[in-house]
């Protein structure tokens, strides 16, 4: 991973982490220990998924940067489908609070997407690549006088 990529996962990541343990804090008073669980298994289940979905989408990017926006697109929208899975899955569990798991699921996934959006906004990144190697200056093409 690229140094740039590891920044901009970093962006993304510590924002939605401490997003997290704010909602521990909360679904424990409001909900007691299973309910800061709850927000906890959540914020760890948002951190795989979009940590994992972001390090695909970069390799994606690479190796076949025609299909980078398509990609993307498809990425997300499977992300966000696997997230309403879980939420399903779990409602009515009797492991955690389901209610302080869903809503720090859905929380957190806001933070990252917010979080991953500024980052990408305030990146500098370059739309041509400049030669390096060649400090040539390229040739005037145009009519001779």
């Given at each position: 991973m690229l140094s740039?990529?590891?920044?901009?996962?970093?962006?993304?990541?510590?924002?939605?982490?401490?997003?997290?343990?704010i909602a521990v804090v909360v679904s424990a008073v409001a909900a007691g220990g299973k309910?800061?669980?709850?927000?906890?298994?959540?914020?760890?289940?948002?951190?795989?998924?979009?940590?994992?979905?972001?390090?695909?989408?970069q390799r994606t990017a690479k190796s076949l940067p025609h299909l980078f926006q398509a990609m993307g697109l498809m990425l997300y929208t499977t992300q966000i489908l696997l997230l309403f899975v879980f939420?399903?899955?779990?409602?009515?569990?009797?492991?955690?609070?389901?209610?302080?798991?869903?809503?720090?699921?859905?929380?957190?996934?806001?933070?990252?997407?917010?979080?991953?959006?500024?980052?990408?906004?305030?990146?500098k990144i370059l739309y041509v690549e400049p030669d390096s190697v060649k400090g040539d200056k390229p040739e005037n093409s145009g009519p001779k006088s």
């Open positions: 740039d990529d590891a920044r901009s996962l970093l962006h993304a990541a510590v924002p939605t982490a401490v997003a997290g343990v309910g800061a669980l709850g927000a906890a298994i959540a914020t760890v289940v948002v951190m795989l998924f979009m940590g994992i979905g972001f390090i695909v989408l939420v399903a899955v779990f409602k009515n569990t009797t492991l955690f609070n389901p209610k302080a798991f869903a809503i720090t699921l859905v929380a957190t996934t806001l933070v990252w997407i917010a979080a991953q959006t500024r980052a990408h906004m305030k990146a």
